[in-house]
């Protein structure tokens, strides 16, 4: 705590009281520290896929190249890595426009049972990889939002895909929309591996994952769920969280139907 005081006169010059500001420092402080952590966390998920294209590069002039089977190997590591980067660079960025309030939001009249089915649509084929039930259930034939659809479209996949790639092959995922009073609220369900109790709570924050080697396995930057919440939060909506490990995960977003 930053305490300053100076004393207050009145017109005659005498002191009549006094001014006294109170800082709470430790939020600065918690703001510094944050700050200092996403940088080390920025330079060290760019960092590893740079490491890995300098390595593979170098055995290809060494010598690698002349082994074709081996030079395709080595340029498929590469592209993937570069493709690492491209990803989190991406979301980097979106991130930062959101920060800075320099998106571009088309907001519309804007079918959200449309939305939520055009998602599963795209995302089917992973799931079918994975061999896992994807069903998704709605007693609405419409529900009219006011939103961005492309933005909430993207919220969607990545929810969808993380409920894909947290749950193990032959599992299942339930997906509904449902209109509460002026909500529209939507539920993306799994029976996957769950999330330990003490992460539920930091799962939004940038870079948080609860296995990074997993996550990093599956192709996560770790930026998706900080992603999804900026932009559910941008349209007056929530997004949360309920889950239990070794049984399954619950989202659940609500999104006002009044822009
Ligand atoms: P990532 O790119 O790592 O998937 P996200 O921000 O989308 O990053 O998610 C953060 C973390 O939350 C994930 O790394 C994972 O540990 C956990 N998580 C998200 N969705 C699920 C889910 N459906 N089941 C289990 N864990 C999940």
Avoid: C
């Amino acid at each position: 705590l930053h305490v300053n005081y100076a004393p207050f006169k009145d017109e005659k010059g005498e002191k009549s009281g006094i001014v006294m500001v109170i800082q709470d420092i430790t939020e600065g402080q918690k703001l510094d520290n944050m700050r200092k952590e996403f940088v080390a966390n920025v330079s060290h998920e760019l960092k590893t896929p740079l490491t890995s294209i300098k390595s593979y590069t170098e055995t290809l002039l060494d010598g690698a190249l002349e082994q074709r089977d081996v030079a395709t190997h080595f340029l498929n590591v590469v592209k993937s890595e570069a493709d690492r980067m491209d990803r989190l660079v991406r979301d980097l960025l979106q991130l930062s426009r959101l920060d800075y309030q320099r998106v571009n939001w088309k907001n519309k009249e804007t079918d959200l049972v449309k939305i939520i089915e055009d998602s599963v649509l795209k995302i089917s084929i992973n799931a079918k990889n994975k061999k896992q039930k994807l069903n998704f259930k709605t007693f609405e034939k419409s529900i009219i939002g006011f939103a961005d659809p492309d933005k909430i479209e993207q919220v969607m996949i990545n929810v969808l895909s993380n409920a894909i790639k947290y749950t193990p092959e032959g599992g299942s995922i339930n997906v509904a929309v449902e209109k509460e009073e002026n909500t529209g609220v939507f539920r993306i369900i799994d029976n996957g591996m769950g999330i330990p109790e003490k992460d539920i709570p930091r799962l939004f924050e940038r870079f948080y994952r609860v296995d990074k080697a997993r996550s990093r396995e599956l192709g996560g930057t770790g930026l998706g769920l900080s992603i999804a919440q900026q932009i559910i939060k941008a349209h007056g909506g929530t997004i949360n969280i309920r889950s239990k490990e070794g049984e399954g995960t619950e989202v659940m977003m609500r999104l006002p139907l009044k822009g």
